[in-house]
């Protein structure tokens, strides 16, 4: 059974940083693409950190490029989301979702979910003064 679960949001000032881990069960690393997404109320869902699977490349939307960073540790079956020089409009619920047929560059640079199945339940960023 494929689990996504998200951790690490919180308050934090203009300017600051927040690490945000994604604890995945159930799939390899290896076979799914997996990312982070976001939703701001109002807006549509977002792809901001994706990882490749079988060529392991990362991507990136515009809004967050040289500010965040996607990573993962194999060993505890976790994908981390660096996020620094943090702005108003970061302010967001965070996702963690992974797929086996959506590449990573649809995820996150061409913006296509459709039929993605797998999501943990989000983690709410808010910054702030």
């Known amino acids: 059974q494929v689990q996504l679960v998200e951790s690490g949001g919180g308050l934090v000032q203009p300017g600051g940083s927040l690490r945000l881990s994604c604890a995945h069960s159930?799939?390899?690393?290896?076979?799914?693409?997996i990312g982070w997404f976001r939703q701001a109320p109002g807006k549509e869902r977002e792809g901001v950190a994706c990882?490749?699977?079988?060529?392991?490349?990362?991507f990136y939307a515009d809004s967050v490029k040289g500010r965040f960073t996607i990573s993962r540790d194999n060993a505890k079956n976790t994908v981390f989301l660096q996020m620094n020089s943090l702005k108003s409009e970061d302010t967001a619920v965070y996702y963690c979702?992974?797929?086996?047929?959506?590449?990573?560059?649809?995820?996150?640079?061409?913006?296509?979910?459709?039929?993605?199945?797998?999501w943990g339940k989000g983690t709410l960023v808010t910054v702030s003064t």
């Open positions: 979702a992974a797929d086996p047929w959506t590449t990573a560059q649809n995820m996150c640079v061409n913006q296509i979910t459709v039929g993605m199945d797998y």
């Open positions: 159930g799939f390899s690393l290896d076979d799914y693409s």
């Open positions: 990882f490749g699977s079988s060529d392991r490349r990362k």
